[in-house]
């Protein structure tokens, strides 16, 4: 898979998905860019994905709401034209791909759980490791997505979501393990056992976005790197 495929992928990941009972309205711009808005969310945000390099998509985003995120696929950008717009660069992180026909990591034991109605959702965001309501109410309806979880002493430790809009690719997100937990090989055995599930499910690609700390992570799982995504937002 090459990187505009990929790109592609991620941002249908997030454009695409219905967000439980929530009502987005959603615009596949032409290039440069894209941009949805939660307009039920009391904390509404603009999120856009572009190639814009230069900061030109900038003027025409709107004002509303008060809180922008770009997210640019460029090898660079230029920060002093996208500074002079109002943004500030928040993280660097990395587009990254998995071919899943390519030998796998061993499976995880015990085996990651798999998020299947509503009642599990409601239990497991109310004892989710970062304390985030993380599976919208009606997710678990949605053929599309799926959840899954690690557990430690009953309780989630570890947990990340699929997102599947086309038969041969998945956009993985939503990745956190509980801090008290780090570095104990969780996240690793997390995504070993949803990399399995994607396989057995006929997938042949892995696409996600590395923030800057989980790119050996992911690496040392197979995933390649295909360019840096630069991440701004606007105050």
Excluded at 49 to 77: K, N
Aim: glycine share 8%.
């Amino acid at each position: 898979m090459d990187r505009r495929r990929a790109w592609q992928v991620l941002v249908d990941g997030v454009l695409t998905t219905p967000h439980g009972t929530r009502t987005l309205v959603a615009r596949h711009g032409a290039p440069p860019g894209a941009h949805f808005v939660d307009v039920n969310d009391q904390t509404a945000f603009a999120d856009y994905f572009t190639t814009d390099e230069r900061g030109t998509i900038a003027a025409t985003l709107p004002a509303w709401p008060a809180t922008r995120y770009v997210t640019v696929l460029a090898d660079v950008i230029d920060r002093v034209a996208w500074a002079a717009a109002g943004y500030r660069l928040d993280a660097v992180e990395t587009l990254m791909v998995r071919d899943l026909a390519l030998p796998l990591p061993a499976v995880p034991q015990p085996p990651v759980e798999w998020v299947q109605d509503a009642v599990s959702a409601a239990w497991h965001n109310a004892h989710d490791p970062l304390g985030e309501c993380w599976i919208a109410p009606l997710a678990t309806t949605d053929a599309r997505l799926r959840h899954a979880v690690l557990c430690v002493d009953g309780l989630p430790a570890s947990r990340g979501r699929i997102t599947r809009l086309t038969p041969d690719a998945g956009f993985v997100t939503s990745i956190a393990t509980a801090p008290a937990l780090r570095r104990r090989g969780l996240a690793d055995a997390l995504m070993r056992g949803m990399l399995h599930d994607e396989a057995q499910r006929g997938a042949r690609w892995s696409v996600l976005q590395a923030a800057p700390g989980a790119v050996g992570l992911y690496a040392r799982l197979g995933y390649r790197a295909l360019g840096p995504t630069w991440v701004l937002v606007a105050p």
